[in-house]
């Protein structure tokens, strides 16, 4: 079981920054891909950002290439997501995923990961 809390989410203006974290408890972290999704009001969760295990691959959505950056630092058992230029369009509910355990494969579906923080809300206003 791994347990994931989120932090970092607020109120931001338009062409500002945040940068989420996700802690993560129980069996070891350096085991599991980890994500990143979201998920606007009335909208499906969407995949945002993945990193590998060692932090050797990465890969995003194109709506936030090259304005988000996803990093992990195994020694404290967090995932980070530096978020920059954000538009309203970013507003949303902002989740960590793990899993699953031992393969580097990097999901964008919801249904890849196996362990889901409880999300923290970003707003970013116009």
């Known amino acids: 079981q791994v347990q994931l809390v989120e932090s970092g989410g607020g109120l931001v203006q338009a062409g500002g920054s945040l940068r989420l974290s996700c802690a993560a408890s129980?069996?070891?972290?350096?085991?599991?891909?980890m994500g990143w999704f979201r998920q606007a009001p009335g909208k499906e969760r969407e995949f945002v950002a993945a990193i590998t295990r060692s932090s050797s691959s990465t890969y995003y959505a194109d709506s936030v290439k090259g304005r988000f950056t996803i990093s992990r630092d195994n020694a404290k058992n967090t995932v980070y997501l530096q978020m920059n230029s954000l538009n309203p369009e970013d507003t949303a509910v902002y989740y960590c995923?793990?899993?699953?355990?031992?393969?580097?494969?990097?999901?964008?579906?919801?249904?890849?990961?196996?362990?889901w923080g409880q999300g923290t809300q970003v707003t970013v206003s116009s």
């Open positions: 129980g069996r070891t972290f350096s085991s599991y891909a």
């Open positions: 995923a793990a899993g699953p355990a031992g393969t580097d494969r990097l999901r964008v579906g919801v249904r890849g990961y196996d362990y």
